[in-house]
């Protein structure tokens, strides 16, 4: 007989355990005295427990239970009934959690923000005129968090990386990455998000530049600022190296 009502058990399954859940009322009453067409379906399927009223009709955590079970009979992962709140940071992927990942970054005037992850030494300060090395990732946030750029990966003849390096206010490198590192000093760690008018709509040129080539970095940026309707905000993962 459950073979029977297999698709009509299903759908109901979902429909009254979502109700529970959300405390939504079902579209059909299952309290005692309220007597349904669909009732007898269900006793048909399953051996009914005790708990029934003269006219046959289960109580509610019974009909829930039923539907529950009918389910699970016929493979359906108990997963299917949860429901995942949880809420996911953007920039978790985007490195090793640490307890900075919890405060708010800092916005700025310009509409570029920075979070600090590791203060940095020394008596020199990132500024107008700085000239930096840093290492860099540069992420699409559009993406998912697909990284464009590294100087990890762009290695000279050695194989080492090749730091980026240019002069903070010279109209070198993107002015939303420039303001999201002012103050940083050497070895300091930030994240610094660059909204759109901020990153390449202020010049295609700018550094960083990816590499060229196919499934290289410059594909996937292009992607995001050859598409008008992609949000071509940018994710910096910065180490100051140097400063002079």
């Not at 660059?194 to 940026?221: F, K, M």
């Amino acid at each position: 007989c459950v073979l029977g009502k297999m698709r009509f058990l299903l759908p109901l399954a979902l429909l009254v355990v979502s109700a529970e859940a959300f405390h939504v009322p079902v579209p059909f009453p299952i309290q005692s005295g309220a007597r349904t067409s669909m009732l007898p379906v269900l006793r048909c399927s399953l051996p009914s427990p005790s708990g029934e009223d003269a006219n046959g009709n289960l109580e509610r955590r019974q009909v829930l239970w039923k539907a529950a079970a009918a389910a699970a009979a016929v493979g359906v992962p108990t997963g299917a009934f949860a429901v995942d709140d949880k809420v996911v940071s953007k920039f978790a992927t985007q490195a090793p959690p640490t307890d900075k990942d919890g405060q708010p970054f800092i916005q700025l005037e310009s509409g570029a923000s920075y979070r600090e992850y590791k203060a940095g030494t020394g008596d020199a300060v990132v500024a107008q005129g700085s000239k930096v090395t840093i290492d860099l990732v540069g992420r699409l946030l559009n993406l998912n968090g697909v990284k464009f750029f590294s100087t990890k990966e762009k290695t000279d003849e050695f194989g080492e990386g090749v730091p980026l390096t240019f002069t903070i206010g010279a109209g070198e490198a993107l002015p939303g990455l420039e303001q999201g590192m002012i103050g940083m000093k050497k070895g300091a760690i930030r994240k610094v998000i660059v909204p759109p008018a901020l990153g390449y709509a202020a010049g295609n040129n700018l550094l960083p530049q990816p590499t060229e080539g196919p499934g290289q970095g410059r594909a996937a940026l292009d992607s995001v600022l050859k598409n008008p309707r992609r949000d071509a905000t940018l994710l910096f993962e910065v180490k100051v190296e140097r400063i002079k």
